[in-house]
């Protein structure tokens, strides 16, 4: 008797096995559409340089997104960190890498939102620059330009300089902003400085930023500072990746050089961002290549815009 239990808890604990595999095995992709119409119910995320807390097993194929175990996650494609098709990295050697997206996930508790972007990793701890665009759907108003900054100040308190629009159906409530592997900015849909982390005293509390071998970041933001708890909510993220200056967007040009990437326009109308999520490489290449090459030099008109490149989000209801 003894034996025959045993042997049947080996037997069930093998097929407890064999169903976990074949489950993490059999996350199938569903387009940034579809996933937007399945409820995520979230969970807590620690922001403490470690992401095994992210439990969630992405799909297997690229460009496609899974909501699975109360994580969100989108799987970027690999080695479509071309921009308009035409950007090549920096020559000086810690640029040469490190904004190719791989994945985007989002959960949540009731009280935070917690992201966590992973690229490849960069050559240098402090390069690297990602753009996250936040729209409520049906919300009226927002700024179509990301959080540009006032050319005059050149401050990276005043916005991101990365020459990046959204269709007024995407219009942000507020957009966030990481550089290097710490630092981050909130504006909101009128530009305003709403959350800073820079690991200094005065950094917006609650607002937390840090990364796992400087490709995964965990960011923590209450929604005390997003306009509260978004259950029954749908939201569209703009992800966008490229690498910063002083925390601010680092300029493609029309030709690299040491510090700069190229492929970009002579009146450098072009986005300074390498890599978006939510579309495939033909489309993504299209948006961020749909500048304007004879607009005036920081004429926003000539801006590239980006329409479908972005991720949907049903916040079901709070567990
Ligand atoms: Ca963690
Ligand atoms: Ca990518
Ligand atoms: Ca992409």
Not at 27 to 32: C, E, F, N, P, Q
Not at 41 to 66: F, L, S, Y
Not at 229 to 252: K, S
Request: net charge negative; aromatic share 8%; charged share 25%.
């Amino acid at each position: 008797m003894v034996k025959l239990v045993s042997v049947l808890a080996i037997v069930s604990v093998l097929s407890a096995v064999s169903f976990a595999e074949e489950t993490t095995q059999a996350v199938k992709g569903l387009s940034a559409a579809e996933a937007g119409r399945v409820p995520l119910i979230g969970h807590t995320i620690t922001v403490d340089k470690n992401v095994r807390d992210w439990v969630g097993t992405a799909p297997e194929e690229e460009n496609a997104a899974a909501v699975n175990n109360s994580e969100y996650i989108w799987k970027d494609a690999t080695g479509d960190d071309k921009g308009n098709g035409n950007y090549t990295y920096p020559l000086n050697k810690a640029l040469k890498k490190g904004a190719d997206l791989k994945e985007f996930r989002v959960t949540y508790d009731k009280d935070n939102l917690y992201l966590l972007v992973k690229t490849d990793r960069p050559a240098d701890w402090w390069t690297g620059y990602r753009i996250i665009g936040i729209h409520k759907k049906g919300a009226v108003g927002g700024m179509t330009l990301l959080a540009q900054g006032d050319p005059d100040e050149c401050s990276s308190d005043s916005g991101t300089y990365a020459n990046l629009k959204v269709s007024p159906d995407l219009a942000c409530q507020y957009v966030v902003v990481v550089s290097s592997t710490y630092k981050g900015r909130i504006w909101d849909e009128k530009g305003k400085l709403i959350g800073r982390k820079e690991a200094a005293p005065d950094d917006t509390a609650g607002f937390k930023i840090e990364d796992s071998n400087w490709n995964a970041i965990e960011i923590a933001i209450p929604w005390t500072l997003l306009g509260g708890n978004p259950a029954g909510q749908t939201w569209e993220f703009i992800v966008a990746t490229g690498q910063q200056d002083n925390d601010m967007a680092r300029p493609v040009k029309e030709q690299a050089d040491e510090w700069n990437g190229g492929g970009g326009a002579a009146n450098r109308a072009n986005p300074y961002v390498y890599d978006l999520a939510g579309a495939d490489k033909a489309t993504q290449e299209k948006e961020l290549g749909s500048y304007d090459g004879d607009a005036d030099e920081d004429d926003p008109k000539g801006f590239a815009t980006i329409d479908k490149s972005y991720l949907t989000v049903n916040f079901g209801l709070m567990r």
